[in-house]
Nanobody, 124 residues
């Protein structure tokens, strides 16, 4: 297991942008698939985006496609989630997770390493 720490959350107005970071303690970071999940109040956790060991291997939920961009910097062991055109429906706690086997189709619990989350609030 690696330690994952999310940051970058906050309060933003509708239409604004935020960049979330997921920093890993794992030196050998490159082989891991990293995914972002979110959980809104009263709702189930849902997958937002994943990036595989190849930077071109990305997946997005339909609700964020075209607005969010996931990227990784293996040298810094960080994955970013650039979130643009935010709406109040994006308000949630955002979590990152890492695994060498689990991927986009897999639930949160299948990931061996999971962060504590960062809160994103989008005001209307």
């Amino acid at each position: 297991q690696m330690r994952l720490v999310e940051s970058g959350g906050g309060l933003v107005q509708s239409g604004g942008s935020l960049r979330l970071s997921c920093e890993s303690s794992e030196f050998n970071f490159a082989p891991y698939t990293i995914c972002w999940f979110r959980q809104a109040p009263g709702k189930e956790r849902e997958g937002v985006s994943c990036i595989g060991s190849s930077v071109d291997d990305t997946s997005y939920a339909e609700t964020v496609k075209g607005r969010f961009t996931i990227s990784r910097d293996n040298a810094k062991t960080i994955v970013y989630l650039q979130m643009n055109k935010l709406t109040p429906e994006d308000t949630a706690d955002y979590f990152c997770a890492a695994d060498m086997v689990a991927g986009w189709e897999d639930p949160w619990d299948w990931f061996g390493s999971r962060g504590q989350g960062t809160q994103v609030t989008v005001s209307s």
